[in-house]
């Protein structure tokens, strides 16, 4: 089994930089800091909030909202998946009881 070879970029988010290491691809890593920079910015835009330490958890709080109310569209996408899905079975049945 082949392992991955581990990416370190250098990020710059909300003025500091950070050094990371992972094993996704170097764009997918610069994008994650990317959007996280974004938030921290539009934290900071939109309050008058001054600590670093206080915008980051607003940001984290806003992306955490974010993944949360995705999952729950996923979660309601998979259900109704799953009702069609049975009304298909159940009309595959009839159909082959009436067969």
């Known amino acids: ?14 003025g500091t930089e950070y050094s990371i290491k992972g094993e ?9 800091a990317n959007y996280i920079d974004q938030k921290m910015r539009d934290v900071q835009k939109n309050t008058s909030i001054k600590s670093a330490l206080k915008v980051s958890i607003l940001a ?15 979660e309601q996408v998979i259900s109704e998946l799953e ?17």
């Open 60 to 74: 984290a709080l806003n992306i955490v909202d974010e993944l949360f109310r995705e999952r729950e569209k996923y």
């Open 1 to 14: 089994m082949t392992e991955r070879q581990a990416n370190n970029i250098i990020v710059q988010i909300f």
């Open 24 to 32: 996704s691809d170097v764009e997918y890593m610069q994008a994650i």
């Open 83 to 99: 009702q069609r899905i049975q009304k298909l079975a159940e009309l595959v049945n009839t159909f082959e009881q009436n067969d």
